[in-house]
DNA sequence: AATGCGGGGTA
DNA sequence: TACCCAGCATT
């Protein structure tokens, strides 16, 4: 005997758990539909509830809709966010009127993705939610349960996961009761099969699907890569004096390594050594750099380049704290013996860099 | 094939 | 704070 289908299990799921009572679900009308789902793109049904009401109470038919000014209809978006949609509401609204009678082309699911504002899911779920045809939706909640059921991995932003998730979608879309199971798989996602804390234990699939019996449900679907760090490079000068000790900077508070002692730090070469010329004529600096050390920070990259400069000690020089960079908060610096190391906090790679250093 | 759009809810 | 939301249009 054959077992029951995933769309079989989920619409008797939905017969008795289903919700039924959204404003947008009394008298699913196409307009009253088309309204609700470009509302709800990218935003929650919650949200959307009072602003559906409000609308649909200024804006009862797609004709009234279409002779209002476009300023009238924003109005009644403000607050909403993706301000586009009301624009391409209200031009939608106007195509349909002049070119269609007022009736959405429900027959012709590439006639409708033509309109503004209504992509492939939102083309598709208004045809099957308010004609019951099957058309195959795909939206945020369908994501995640698809990607669960089938325990598919990558994210679904990248082209060829997408289009996988749109084959896979429309494999568990059965050929009848469109409505009903567009409503009932949006439920799914809705209220068990949720971003976090799904409810497996609830869920009229959960033999079947494969996210949970690999354990993966928690990972799935695949979020967003992070995209690759930027590498930042810094030129760092490492003042020697004497052969013995080390010019270092107090950082600002601000920023990486607030607060801690460091070498004077510059954006280019050029920069470090016009700064050492005018601070301290007598400073020879080689011109051959030292290696580079690479840190990592959560959201960046950085690449230090060291520069070493010499400085005989001429007495009288100024040893006490003083300013730098005149167009910063003042900061103090010091000279620092390595071979005495000072109760002072080196970041790690810089005492790394200090380490591998010879006077 | 990747980005911008936007405000709100949630852990 | 970061992530996500009944995605689409644009580049």
Redesign the pocket.
């Known amino acids: 005997m054959k077992h029951e289908s995933f769309a079989e299990r989920l619409l008797s799921w939905y017969q008795h758990q289903g ?1 039924k009572n ?1 404003p ?2 009394q008298n699913p009308t196409p307009y009253r539909v088309w309204v ?2 470009i509302m ?8 959307v509830i009072d602003y559906y009401q409000r609308f649909m109470q200024s804006f009862p038919d797609i004709f009234t809709l279409a002779s209002a000014s476009q300023e009238q209809v924003l109005h009644h978006w403000a ?6 949609r009301a624009r ?1 509401l209200h031009r939608c609204a106007q195509i349909l009127v002049q070119e269609y009678q007022g009736h959405f082309p429900l027959q012709d699911q590439k006639a409708m ?1 033509a ?9 598709a ?1 208004i045809i099957a939610l308010s004609s019951d045809q099957r058309a195959v939706i795909l ?3 369908v ?2 349960v698809v990607a669960r059921y089938f325990a598919l991995e990558g994210w679904p ?4 996961i997408n289009r996988l998730f749109w084959k896979k979608a429309d494999e568990l879309t059965p050929a009848t009761r469109a409505a009903d199971y567009t ?1 009932a798989i ?2 799914l ?2 209220t068990l099969c949720t ?3 799904p409810q497996c234990s609830q869920c009229p699939v959960k033999d079947h699907c494969k996210g949970l019996l690999q354990d993966k449900v928690s990972q799935l679907p695949s ?2 890569p ?2 690759a760090l930027p590498t930042q490079e810094r030129h760092f000068l490492v003042l020697n004096k004497n052969s013995k000790e080390l010019l270092l900077q107090q950082r600002p508070q601000d920023g990486i390594w607030g607060g801690l002692w460091c070498l004077p730090d510059f954006t280019t070469r050029e920069e470090l050594e016009a700064w050492l010329t005018q601070t301290y004529p007598q400073a020879r600096l080689e011109h051959q750099g030292l290696e580079p050390v690479k840190h990592v920070f959560s959201h960046y990259r950085l690449l230090i380049r060291p520069w070493q400069a010499h400085l005989a000690d001429i007495s009288g020089i100024q040893e006490e704290a003083q300013t730098y960079s005149p167009s910063m908060a003042p900061t103090t610096s010091l000279w620092y013996n390595p071979r005495q190391p000072a109760n002072v906090g080196l970041p790690a790679p810089i005492k790394k860099l200090l380490e591998g250093i010879q006077l």
């Open positions: 919700r959204l947008w679900q609700s789902e709800l793109q990218q935003t929650q049904v919650a949200t607050g909403l966010g993706y301000y586009s391409n993705e309109l503004p504002g209504i992509g492939p899911s939102t083309a779920a939206d945020g909640n994501k995640r932003g990248k082209t060829a409503q949006m439920d996602g809705a971003p976090r804390q979020p967003k992070k995209k």
